[in-house]
Antibody, heavy 119, light 110 residues
Framework: QVQLQESGPGLVKPSQTLSLTCTVS?????????WSWIRQPAGKGLEWIGR???????NYNPSLKSRVTISLDTSKNQFSLKLTSVTAADTAVYYC????????????WGQGTLVTVSS | QSALTQPASVSGSPGQSITISCTGT?????????VSWYQQHPGKAPKLMIY???KRPSGVSNRFSGSKSGNTASLTISGLQAEDEADYYC??????????FGTGTKVTVL
């Protein structure tokens, strides 16, 4: 049973870069899945941020594409999110999730981590 | 790429059936058989309930079923139980290797 765990700073200052890592256990990030980031502002809905494939190829939400980078570290069995030039609107719970290739659904999720953007 | 439209809330009594709609466009829901549904209890991560419009993952109750007609997908919960009270989100592949989620529906068991 694959498990995902997000980690990173819970507080980021406006205009700075948000950086999060998702550690995968019970499975390998090299095992032929997509690995996604999804966020949820308090009291609001889910927003897909982007994903990375085992090969390192990436896809991003067009509305965030200019500020997002997702990367893979196979040696640590992790993948990461960087979101630049953050504002208060980026305050949210950030989830990492496994995305089934060709089937387009998220079958395993991390517990989520709250990131607050504030000075 | 706009969020898929869901009713803000749906309620029902124990034992009843309820249906949650998820309306998109011909660029997402209407063009792909790739709609999934997620259940989210307060403070918890979403849980996959339905994928590829009608399929149920192992371990998900058969009281949950999905369907699609045109640009609208639907999730039906039959034999409503107290534990079904949660938020529900639909999600669709939206082309160009992107996804779009629904606005979310709060299900209340009366």
């Amino acid at each position: 049973q694959v498990q995902l765990q997000e980690s990173g700073p819970g507080l980021v200052k406006p205009s700075q870069t948000l950086s999060l890592t998702c550690t995968v256990s019970g499975g390998s990030v090299s095992s032929g899945y997509y690995w996604s980031w999804i966020r949820q502002p308090a009291g609001k809905g889910l927003e897909w941020i982007g994903r990375i494939y085992t090969s390192g190829s990436t896809n991003y939400n067009p509305s965030l594409k200019s500020r997002v980078t997702i990367s893979l570290d196979t040696s640590k069995n992790q993948f990461s999110l960087k979101l630049t030039s953050v504002t208060a609107a980026d305050t949210a719970v950030y989830y990492c999730a496994r995305d089934r290739v060709g089937a387009s659904y998220f079958d395993s999720w991390g517990q989520g981590t709250l990131v607050t953007v504030s000075s | 790429q706009s969020a898929l439209t869901q009713p803000a809330s749906v309620s029902g009594s124990p034992g009843q059936s309820i249906t949650i709609s998820c309306t998109g466009t011909s660029s997402d829901v209407g063009n792909y058989y790739l709609v999934s549904w997620y259940q989210q209890h307060p403070g918890k991560a979403p849980k996959l309930m339905i994928y590829e419009v009608t399929k149920r993952p192992s371990g998900v109750s058969n009281r949950f079923s999905g369907s699609k007609s045109g640009n609208t997908a639907s999730l039906t919960i039959s034999g409503l139980q107290a534990e079904d009270e949660a938020d529900y989100y639909c999600c669709s592949y939206a082309g160009s290797y992107t996804y779009v989620f629904g606005t979310g529906t709060k299900v209340t068991v009366l």
